[in-house]
């Protein structure tokens, strides 16, 4: 039996490990961006200089051949699905028995005027940083960064570790506010201007201008008609499945390559994870799509189990997230929409520091917890994970927010400020617990 897998990514390289822990089932793990897995969430790092490429590799190069599993540099032009046959852009072909489709995303470009002149690029595949690295050697007065989001901050940071001024140019009218309530939002606002970047907001990009050898000069903006000047132009309005390849196939694809949830296509002995998925009847409280690591990495394993005979389905429990928007980490529980459902009710603490906040949201009838996002402090995933699973109250979860602490020092200094605070908004009479109550809900919760 043989397996390809087109992709070394987090969702192919964890297929692989699996297959190989479960079979001895001939493996080739195919990409054309690089000969290794490497972390793709650690690319920033590298160009700010705390870390090598070596560094971003989770496995050393020897575990490939010590655990069988063939590596093979090179893009899949197109697949032969009725022959089983991979057709490489060199020419050369590869059979197979099984087929996994790991093939990640590619960065949004909108169809701008000017959106491939040298100088513009976006960040997603080491060549992407490569890229960066030859963009900004020479002078660059301001880089202009099209879309807010996750990968657009960093970028921002990226350039400013290089002193590089950066506008950031975003269509919505707050940062990430098409994802984020317009508390956490303008608190990412603040974060941003704090840290000198020109942040345009409810703007969007018209057209890039280039200068006489077809290198971007200046951006016009659509609303004002402003012509601001850069030689460098980061688009980062988010990503979407790398599928366009394989359009035109008997794979049946909407926005993402689609999947069930043993993440099977519609095609016989063809699989498919990671950031080109998407789930045809998703898990509930789950989207169709789920571009990021750790589901890759769920979804990989998941592909490997089915391969080898024990029939299992992807079952994430409630979705979670985390990041980090320059010094201010995020995370996420459960799912807090930008805009209030109607049968929901919020709870929103802000510290006067405009650094860290607490915003929880619940059921308006019977108060049940529905989701919570974080910003300056940690909590623990795991009772995050049980709380939700439980589907506990949010008075239980204001109670136990001490106990959720990661970060000690915070409780420190918040935890009655924010207790106080929800008591007074929503009318509860929580109280802090005793050392003694916390010690004991700890060790009932690790059992
Ligand atoms: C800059 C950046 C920062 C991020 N930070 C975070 C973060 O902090 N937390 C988080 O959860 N997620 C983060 N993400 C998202 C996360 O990295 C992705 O969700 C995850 O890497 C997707 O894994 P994958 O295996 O599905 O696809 P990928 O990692 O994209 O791997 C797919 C591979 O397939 C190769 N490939 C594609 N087509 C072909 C072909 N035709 N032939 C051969 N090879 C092909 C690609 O070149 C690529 O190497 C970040 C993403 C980026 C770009």
Redesign the pocket.
């Known amino acids: 039996m043989h397996i390809a897998i087109?992709?070394?990514?987090?969702?192919?390289?964890?297929c692989a490990r699996f297959i190989r822990k479960f079979s001895n089932y001939k493996i080739t793990l195919?990409?054309?961006?690089?000969d290794h897995f490497f972390?793709?969430?650690a690319?920033?790092y590298i160009y700010m200089g705390h870390m090598r490429y070596e560094d971003t590799k989770p496995y050393e190069d020897w575990f490939w051949k010590k655990n069988n599993i063939e590596l093979k540099r090179?893009?899949?032009?197109n697949i032969d699905f009725a022959g089983k046959t991979l057709h490489?852009?060199k020419g050369d072909i590869l059979n197979y028995d099984k087929l996994v489709i790991?093939?990640?995303?590619k960065?949004n470009k909108f169809g701008w005027k000017g959106q491939d002149l040298k100088g513009v690029q976006g960040?997603?595949?080491?060549q992407?940083l490569e890229l960066l690295e030859k963009n900004t050697q020479t002078k660059i007065n301001r880089a202009v960064i099209v879309g807010g989001g996750?990968?657009g901050i960093?970028?921002a940071e990226m350039l400013h570790s290089r002193h590089i001024p950066v506008t950031f140019l975003v269509r919505e009218p707050n940062y990430w506010s098409n994802v984020l309530p317009e508390g956490e939002a303008k608190l990412v606002n603040n974060h941003i201007k704090e840290h000198g970047f020109d942040l345009r907001l409810s703007v969007n990009l018209d057209e890039i201008v280039a200068d006489e050898n077809g290198r971007a000069k200046a951006v016009k903006v659509k609303e004002t008609g402003e012509i601001i000047e850069c030689q460098l132009v980061g688009l980062t309005a988010g990503?979407s499945p790398?599928i366009n390849?394989l359009k035109n196939t008997d794979l049946a694809i909407q926005r993402g390559i689609m999947v069930n949830l043993h993440q099977e296509t519609n095609i016989a002995d063809v699989y498919a994870?990671?950031?080109?998925?998407q789930f045809n009847d998703p898990v509930e409280g789950r989207r169709p799509i789920?571009?990021?690591?750790?589901?890759?990495k769920m979804?990989?394993k998941v592909i490997a189990e089915n391969i080898c005979g024990r029939k299992t389905q992807y079952d994430p429990g409630p979705w979670f997230?985390?990041?980090?928007f320059l010094d201010i980490e995020y995370q996420t529980y459960g799912v807090v929409f930008p805009n209030l459902q109607e049968e929901q009710q919020r709870f929103y603490w802000e510290h006067e520091d405009g650094k860290k906040c607490v915003d929880v949201v619940f059921q308006k009838d019977n108060r049940q917890f529905v989701g919570i996002n974080v910003f300056g402090i940690r909590l623990r995933h795991e009772l995050f994970d049980k709380f939700l699973r439980e589907k506990k109250s949010v008075d239980y979860i204001m109670e136990n927010l001490q106990a959720a602490a990661f970060d000690p020092e915070f409780f420190k200094y918040h935890e009655q400020e924010i207790i106080s605070a929800f008591n007074q908004q929503t009318g509860a009479n929580i109280q802090l617990k005793s050392k003694k109550g916390l010690k004991a809900f700890l060790s009932l919760m690790r059992r």
């Open positions: 087109i992709g070394n990514g987090v969702t192919g390289t964890t195919i990409s054309g961006e690089t972390s793709r969430t690319l920033m090179a893009w899949v032009k490489f852009e790991a093939c990640g995303s960065p960040l997603y595949s080491y992407d996750l990968i960093e970028l990503v790398n390849w994870g990671g950031d080109c998925a789920e571009q990021v690591w750790y589901t890759g979804q990989g997230n985390s990041a980090k």
